[in-house]
């Protein structure tokens, strides 16, 4: 299951990364990090998108 979601560009160097190749950090601001994780660039680590994980 795929889509235009699953892609994301990082503002601060242009690189399209997939979901899977996203690094995955927890979230700042208190947020649960069992359902929320940050997916960050895997080339200069800017943070791409907070997503929902898990149930
Ligand atoms: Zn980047």
Redesign the pocket.
Known sequence: MTGPDDTYT?D????TTDRSEALRRETMGGLDPDRWQTLC?P????RLKTVLVGE
């Open positions: 990082c601060a160097c242009g690189s660039c080339d200069c680590g800017a």
